[in-house]
């Protein structure tokens, strides 16, 4: 199931509050996901990281003065008329945790409670976790807790991922590399010790580009995406970095050459529409109305996809016009 899929998938299980565990390779934004769907829900999430929890975490015999012995149950549990009415409590990479943590989760996916004490009726459980055959630490699932849950997997899917990074900061050159690349978003192989992930390609790569020196550039995307993806990466990088000045271009649209080069287009069109704004989007599309259909295409959606309101501008709308059979 795609990113956009399974948001709305989430928020419409939240009001009947399903317990849901999403799976898929690691790496690929699970997580995040479900803190963007309490978000735009706007309720809190308690998340919780299962693979370093012990099942004392989950509440322990405590005197409290008697002949008898009560759980103390942890700060993080959701109790019913204490904590938020609605709320979603996330218990991250699930599949890692033991036999024994499984157990204690079953209960509280089934029947809400922990030790006897209830959440609020509000609060939805949602579990994440790598698959076994992703060789990350996954164990076998208790199919007593599968059976009290619906498992969504999660696709990474390039347009879902470039949308969510034109808005969170990522580095053009990156979106536009992967573009250019696209198996590269999130090929994972557990063989290997480094894999290319949307996490890796964010923090690993993304993060790091201009902040060490240029000649230890490669060695650092080969530590975070593989040696493959690392030298493809940097070959497209020096590409980007020969480029014309994207203000020079702009200033002269109808004379500035137009390469042909592939590679040098992705990064172009990257770079241009990096660069465009209310003022200037007129030239922008003068001058993607002279560059191959597809990176005519390719430059004016990352424009609008970084600034909605180029949309609404008569320069977009003359050059949709013009290119409707290729939107369509």
Not at 15 to 44: F, M, N, S, Y
Request: charged residues 20%.
């Amino acid at each position: 199931m795609r990113a956009t899929l399974l948001k709305e998938t989430l928020k419409s299980l939240f009001p009947i509050k399903r317990t849901v565990c999403i799976e898929g390779p690691p790496g690929g934004g699970k997580t995040t996901i479900v803190h963007q769907v309490a978000e735009e829900l706007d309720v809190p999430v308690i998340e919780r990281h299962m693979p370093t929890m012990l099942v004392e975490d989950f509440g322990i015999l405590f005197p409290d003065g008697s002949a008898q012995l009560h759980y103390k149950l942890p700060d993080w549990f959701p109790v019913k008329g204490k904590a938020p009415e609605r709320g979603i409590l996330l218990f991250d990479d699930r599949n890692q945790a033991s036999s024994d943590l499984q157990k204690v989760l079953a209960n509280i996916c089934q029947a809400r409670t922990l030790h006897g004490i209830s959440m609020p009726d509000g609060w939805q459980v949602i579990s994440t976790g790598n698959r076994q055959g992703d060789r990350a630490g996954a164990n076998r699932v208790l199919s007593h807790l599968r059976n009290r849950e619906s498992v969504l997997e999660l696709e990474t899917h390039l347009d879902d991922w470039t949308s969510w990074a034109m808005t969170n900061g990522v580095k053009a050159e990156v979106t536009s590399f992967l573009r250019f690349r696209p198996h590269l978003l999130h090929d994972f192989d557990p063989q290997r010790d480094q894999n290319a992930t949307p996490r890796s390609w964010v923090e690993g790569v993304s993060d790091v580009l201009g902040t060490v020196p240029n000649e230890a550039e490669f060695e650092c995307f080969r530590g975070a995406v593989g040696e493959g993806a690392a030298a493809e990466f940097v070959g497209f990088v020096r590409i980007w970095r020969k480029l014309p000045n994207p203000d020079a271009i702009l200033l002269n649209p109808t004379t500035t050459n137009v390469p042909t080069d592939p590679a040098t287009l992705y990064a172009l069109a990257g770079a241009i529409a990096n660069r465009a704004t209310e003022g200037n989007f007129e030239r922008v599309c003068t001058y993607a109305e002279r560059m191959p259909p597809e990176f005519s295409v390719l430059t004016i959606s990352y424009a609008a996809r970084r600034n909605p309101d180029l949309a609404n501008t008569q320069a977009f709308t003359k050059w949709s016009i013009n290119h409707q059979n290729v939107l369509f």
